[in-house]
């Protein structure tokens, strides 16, 4: 169903604002994840009501599981933050495409970072300091961008059928 995307759709420019300020600064707000779960909880009316506890069980799933990555130093806080907070609105029957949209956007990102780097590092600084370090990935491009390309895919798929 389209319309329970709607919620994710409100979270966009949120998204985007998680993409760029971690490619400027590799972090991502307490803020924009605070933003994000304020709009959650103004969403809840328009989920399904036996979808809200399916919810937030993945939201605490996911938060745990990055937990222990964060505490192996293999991700930073605010991923380990934000990533929980977009699961939440990401529909129960949508949590399989989400998953793959996010490995997509993964890979994407880290090409895409590599690329990025190659290209201008040796140029000097660009002010963004995902590209002009090497010492991290800035993980919150590829969640913005999962968030933003899930709604997208829902609605191809539900056009095609």
């Known amino acids: 169903m389209i319309g329970n995307m709607i919620p994710m759709l409100l979270l966009a420019p949120l998204l985007v604002a998680v993409a760029f300020g971690d490619l400027a600064r590799l972090r991502i707000s307490n803020r ?10 103004t969403s809840v009316p328009l989920f399904a009501p036996d ?28 991923d380990v933050k934000m990533l929980p907070a977009v699961v939440l609105f990401v529909p129960p029957e949508h949590w399989g495409n989400f998953a793959l949209v996010l490995s ?14 190659a290209a201008l590092g040796s140029r000097g600084p660009t002010g963004w300091l995902a590209i002009d370090t090497q010492r991290a990935f800035p993980m919150g491009v590829s969640i913005a961008l999962a968030g933003l390309l899930l709604p997208i895919l829902a609605v191809t798929v539900q056009f095609f059928r």
């Open 32 to 41: 924009l994840v605070l933003a994000a779960l304020i709009l959650f909880a």
């Open 51 to 78: 979808e809200l506890g399916l919810r937030l069980a993945a939201g605490v799933a996911v938060f745990l599981a990055l937990a222990v990555l964060f505490a192996l130093g293999l991700m930073g806080g605010g």
């Open 104 to 117: 997509a956007a993964l890979l994407a990102g880290v090409a895409g970072v590599g690329v990025a780097r």
